[in-house]
Every structure is written in C-alpha cells, then in structure tokens.
C-alpha cells in the first residue's frame, strides 16, 4: 500500500470503466471456452471498484486483496453476502496461476452474483467516492 494524493475524478473514471467491462462481460455467451474469461472479468470489475474507493481516498493497493476488503467494509445491503467476492479472488488466482478450468456452473454463480450484485454495490461506491 502506498499513500498518494486522493483522486476522485480518476476514481469514478474506474467506477465507469468497471461498469462497461462488466455489461460486456455478462453480453458474452457461458460455454466450456468462455468460462475462464468471464470469471477473471466479474472479479476484475468488482477489484476495480473497490480500487475505486481506494483511488478516492489516496491509496494504492499493491495487491488484490485490499480492493475486496475495501468492498466488504461498506455498509450495504446486497442479494448475495459480500464476502462471496473473496472466493471469485480465490477463484482468479487458481485460473490465473494454475491453470484451473472453471466448471460452468462456478461461473453461472459468479454471473448471478453480478447481475444480482454489481449495480447495488456500484452505486454505493459512487455514494462514497462523492462525499
């Protein structure tokens, strides 16, 4: 972690770059060869928002952890608990650096968990970002 000057204008940047990842990614069809691709784009959107909370209050994460716990601190009602977002983390680094093929129906729940989860949680970053 490093401390930098808060940054709101990039920090929203991130928030609607998050957001336009995250409707392409759910526009793509799941099939045995999309499975990766779309597990690794869910969890990097929602990354990308908590880097936005971070981005707004001056600090740069190091690693991918921060940004979830940035998410799980909010105090926000959502469908589905907040800490399902650590398992897509686990979930990233197991395809990322181990080759792990995701079954279709890990990724049918992180595809849930978006549509259920990524609008609620986006717009309460916003909330947080302009205060």
């Known amino acids: 972690m490093r401390i930098k000057r808060p940054d709101k204008k990039n920090a ?18 799941l ?4 499975t990766a691709t779309i597990a690794r784009n869910i969890y990097e959107s929602f990354r990308m928002l908590g880097d936005a909370l ?3 209050k001056g600090i740069e994460s190091k690693d991918h952890i921060l940004p979830i716990k940035e998410i799980m601190k909010l105090d926000i ?3 589905r608990p907040l800490g399902v ?3 897509f983390r686990r979930l990233r680094h197991n395809i990322n650096y181990y ?3 995701p079954r279709i129906e890990e990724v049918a729940d992180a595809v849930d968990y978006a ?13 947080e970002i302009r205060l």
């Open 12 to 29: 929203l940047s991130i928030v609607a770059a998050a957001e336009r990842d995250m409707n392409f990614t759910l526009s793509l069809p």
């Open 31 to 34: 099939t045995e060869d999309s």
């Open 54 to 56: 971070l981005v707004a």
């Open 77 to 79: 009602e959502t469908a």
């Open 85 to 87: 977002l650590d398992n």
């Open 99 to 101: 080759g792990y093929k």
């Open 115 to 127: 549509k259920k989860c990524f609008g609620t949680i986006r717009k309460k970053v916003e909330e």
